[in-house]
């Protein structure tokens, strides 16, 4: 997580980000709107009809971006920057109307409305969906266990993270860490009999990454049909406890019992005098470099094999990372490190070919992070609640923007931007009047409109901010363990024609329809 700001400290334009002045390529519009965040009748956004009425709506609106946030499962506070694997699909997305339609639930599993129309009540609809999913594995075990074994064969990763997952389950949820020891260090003839213990539950992981993958690939099948792309989100870390790295530790800082030696934050700034400790282990690029990068392509692979573009998370951390001891009361302790630089892009790129890659460049950005952007040739993000209340250099001000970028109002770790305009200070409101030669009464649209009018090829609005909600709208306080991710659209948003022409207008003024 990621402090919030006003403003950025006002820092001289680097000499060169990448492309500042090459040729425009088509520019886009894109709405930024998590899959739970969708309406629908079972607690929780899906991949159900919600989706189809959202991607109507983008067209209409003239919108050829979806912006969404990771489709892992989600770890603890309901994150999905938080998972106990880094290649698995959110099960909690799958569409239990598509389920009996499959003849894998009965019409009563599917009748009536779970409340939750505003937020995701997220401990009711794990009750209230859980069993159902459960219970559509089983009968799709039963109906198409070829189809499983020759989806588990072409996905390899998905072998040990549902073993992991079974074995989550065995032992109460308690860390791999702590597992008995033979377990813990994946001995043989432990995991050997571990699968023949808990083959029921493997299974059923199986059977739902399924369900996962066959509604998902429902979903860019819609999008294709209305010239819609998506992109996905890649956070740079993965948690200590999951599948991934209870499979390869050797790729991060561990001692033997699995304990790491440095985890992963940043350091203090102005905005946190101790810093923030997130904890995920840190990678042994060392070993990383060794194997060519095996695991982060693979991961790569995965993302871009249910996405078209991706945002990668933390992007500085690969031109220096902070790395604080493990124990550490906070993050003082830390120190940075030199991350691998460009050979990794260079490894990924040989690899897959050009990268559709958006970098998040945001947070302690220092010039060897702005070398690596332009050496990579990346886009990387300018958000403009950063903007206001600093100087004329402030990059990210509209005429400081650059057409390989991405334009944000804000993101999902903001405010809104009705939210960030009411807690404001009032120097910031009075930059944002002058600047934008408005009165403020309108002020959400006003950001909406510099955002769309930037060079930048790429634009994307948080669906809050084109419905004009406040601070209650919020997706996520950074730092905040709890109430975070729960926002939910009212289906009838979608049919507000006012707000899809006055979109529609403005992309079509900017070029982006």
């Not at 729960?486 to 049919?495: M, P």
């Not at 024609?497 to 403005?506: A, D, K, Q, V």
């Amino acid at each position: 997580p990621k402090p919030d700001r006003w403003s950025l400290p006002s820092t001289p334009m680097p000499d060169n980000i990448p492309n500042p002045e090459g040729p425009v390529g088509r520019r886009r519009a894109g709405v930024l709107l998590h899959p739970t965040s969708l309406p629908g009748p079972h607690g929780i956004g899906d991949l159900g009809s919600g989706v189809d009425r959202f991607l109507d709506w983008l067209q209409a609106a003239g919108v050829g971006l979806w912006q969404i946030l990771p489709l892992v499962p989600p770890g603890g506070g309901d994150s999905p920057y938080s998972s106990w694997s880094a290649f698995a699909g959110n099960p909690w997305l799958i569409d239990l109307h598509q389920l009996h339609a499959q003849g894998l639930l009965d019409a009563a599993d599917v009748a009536g409305t779970l409340p939750g129309i505003d937020r995701v009540d997220f401990v009711a609809m794990k009750a209230f969906k859980g069993p159902r999913l459960l219970k559509a594995a089983d009968a799709l075990r039963a109906q198409r266990p070829d189809a499983l074994e020759a989806f588990t064969k072409a996905n390899p990763w998905l072998t040990d993270a549902a073993l992991f997952d079974a074995l989550k389950i065995r032992f109460e949820g308690q860390p791999w860490w702590t597992w008995p020891e033979d377990v813990r260090d994946r001995d043989d003839f432990a995991l050997g009999s571990a699968v023949g213990l808990l083959g029921d539950d493997i299974e059923r992981a199986i059977a739902l990454q399924w369900c996962f993958a066959q509604q998902w690939d429902r979903v860019k099948q819609q999008c294709r049909g209305r010239g819609i792309e998506t992109i996905g989100d890649l956070p740079i870390y993965v948690d200590w406890d999951s599948a991934d790295v209870w499979t390869h530790r050797e790729l991060f800082e561990l001692h033997a019992g699995g304990q790491p030696s440095r985890v992963a934050g940043v350091p203090p700034d102005g905005f946190s005098a101790t810093g923030q400790l997130w904890g995920n282990p840190l990678y042994r690029w060392d070993v990383l470099e060794e194997t060519g990068y095996a695991w982060w392509i693979d991961r790569m692979k995965r993302v871009l094999a249910l996405t078209d573009r991706v945002r990668i998370d933390h992007f500085r951390a690969f031109a220096a990372y902070w790395a604080v001891p493990a124990g550490a009361d906070d993050a003082r302790a830390g120190a940075w490190v030199p991350g691998p630089g460009k050979a990794f892009f260079d490894a990924l790129q040989a690899a897959l070919g050009a990268l559709p890659i958006l970098a998040e460049d945001l947070g302690e950005i220092d010039q060897p992070v702005y070398d690596l952007l332009a050496a990579t040739g990346l886009p990387g993000m300018k958000v403009l609640q950063f903007a206001f209340g600093g100087g004329d250099d402030n990059h990210y001000l509209p005429h400081n923007h650059v057409p390989n970028a991405v334009a944000y109002t804000g993101t999902h770790d903001n405010d809104t931007t009705l939210g960030w305009w009411r807690a404001a200070p009032d120097h910031a409101k009075d930059h944002v009047r002058r600047y934008l030669a408005v009165s403020g009464d309108d002020v959400v649209w006003d950001l909406i409109r510099a955002t769309l009018a930037s060079v930048a090829e790429t634009a994307v609005v948080p669906m809050q901010d084109v419905l004009a909600l406040g601070a209650d709208a919020r997706m996520n306080i950074p730092a905040s363990a709890q109430g975070n991710w729960g926002w939910r659209v009212r289906g009838e948003a979608f049919a507000d024609g006012g707000i899809t022409s006055r979109l529609r207008s403005l992309n079509e003024l900017y070029q982006r329809s």
